[in-house]
Nanobody, 121 residues
């Protein structure tokens, strides 16, 4: 599986962004998909995960109620809708795919390149 994330940018606090992650291959629907982020000088951390059908999602407490993960298996794409962005959300955002419903980076098998989100105060 090859993953390509897009949609990052520079926004102000309180703004919204939608990240997209397009996947190659015909087996997209069998994978759990996740979003992780990494701020400068920090370790990569979990943001959100969604199961193969989209019926189950999980979020880190720091984004719960503000971010929404979704997927469109017909388009081989997973999304991350980010509302009410805060300066602490500034990071490189990575999409990932795996066969287990995992909230840790090590639980994912495939990674795309990051897309940078910068939130100014």
């Amino acid at each position: 599986v090859q993953l390509q994330a897009s949609g990052g940018g520079l926004v102000q606090a309180g703004d919204s962004l939608r990240l997209s992650c397009a996947a190659s291959g015909r087996t997209f629907s069998m994978y759990v998909m996740g979003w992780f982020r990494q701020a400068p000088g920090k370790e990569r951390e979990f943001v959100a995960v969604i199961n193969w059908s989209g019926s189950s999602t999980s979020y880190d407490d720091s984004v719960k109620g503000r971010f929404t993960i979704s997927r469109d298996n017909a388009k081989n794409t997973v999304y991350l809708q980010m509302n009410n962005l805060k300066p602490d959300d500034t990071a490189d955002y990575y999409c990932a795919a795996g066969l287990s419903y995992s909230t840790i980076p090590g639980g994912m098998s495939y990674w795309g390149k990051g897309t940078l989100v910068t939130v100014s105060s």
